[in-house]
């Protein structure tokens, strides 16, 4: 906004003398242009985001987006975008123009820019120039790309060099440790995300060391969301990072500097002072990255009489129906908890080896279980289980998304 009313907390002395402070008029800023790009060699395709800083002339939602697939508050479109590797000049992704639509399959929005696929070339020390050109400013920036030997995860007795193969990891005892062997760049950083049934995955915990290895202890809580959505509780209301009876992608990256100072730095409004810039003719990050993800299974200790293995079997819509749950509670809050479970057998449309959530009031359980239909690009059917389980075998409910009645099925606990 243009306009600030200035607010001051005063003493009743003050407030009798009569003091008023009226209103201050602010400049319109001219805007900046900010551009925000993090080139991967792990992935086939790379992309640069261009927008322009807020002058307060346009009012905007300052909710988050994930970008790419979502448009950015102020985007600038027509742009010339251009990313080339210095040291591979005659290679023939050696320059890569990036266009807005690029017509084959990624998500196209206002102000995000494509290159091809499997361009640009990147190879670890190479330099990489970013040159973006506008109407407001051109802007320019580099990056040298890092380079690592190889990644290994790690979780008790048990490493591997990532990807690799799925790893347990009990969330009460274990400790994951993380390294990039043979690193060449300036930062690690190690992001936990909870893919759903059809792999997607939202931002999730993330946490970065100027070294090139990391040791997080399962049961670390999850303090950024915590303090993103309420403080109140601090600190024993923090959610877990990891939450048994779920699996988790786990990835390892290495930065540049260029990362480094953008991972580390943040802005502060309305000055704009406290980020680190590394680019010429307007703000944000051209930076580079080098990743790579491993699936984690977490576990916990039994030590709730609602945990443990469960078989739920029957026929529903003239399918038989036999699936095993190995079920964790959360730490419970007066007769409810949240619950997870891992859920293996067969289901409505075959196989199925997923996590489901879901909750118990006093020894009702519900349970959302989802699975993804196959033949039907991202669609998911979704079943709710619910009813008391007690000893031996037991009758739940089946409903489907509209919670309409479809059968039941019997639970027992071996």
Known sequence: MNRVRRALLAPAALLAAACEFGEVTIPAAEPIVVVQAVMRPDLPRQWVLVEQTLTGATQIDSGSVVIPGDTPQLPITGASVTVRNR?????????VPFVEHPGDGPPESPGVYWGSIGCPTMRPGDTLELRVATPLATVVGTTVVPG??????????????????????NRDVDTLFAEAVGATGRVLQIEV????VTGASAPGFWFIV??????????????FTAFEQDTSGIPDEFPPVFAAGRYYAVTVAHGDERYFDFVRSG???????????????????FASVIAATSDVRVVGAIDDRREGAYRLSGTLQGTALDASL??????????????????????LYGAIDESADGGWVGDTLALAIRQVVPGIPDSVSALLVTGPVGAGVSRVAVYDPSLQLLDSLAIERP
């Open 87 to 95: 040291s591979a000049l005659s290679d023939p992704c050696g320059t």
């Open 148 to 169: 690592a030997d190889r990644f290994i995860l790690g979780i008790g007795p048990d490493t591997i060099t990532m990807p690799g193969p799925r790893l347990d990891l």
């Open 193 to 196: 995300r909870r893919p759903d």
């Open 210 to 223: 100027d070294s090139t290895a990391i040791t997080v202890p399962g049961n670390l809580p999850d303090f």
């Open 267 to 285: 802005n502060i409004p309305p000055s704009g002072r406290g980020f680190v810039n590394r680019l010429d003719g307007g703000l944000g990050v």
């Open 326 to 347: 190995e079920l964790f509670v959360a730490t419970a809050n007066a007769d409810s908890t949240d619950a997870s479970a891992f859920v293996g057998g067969t289901w």
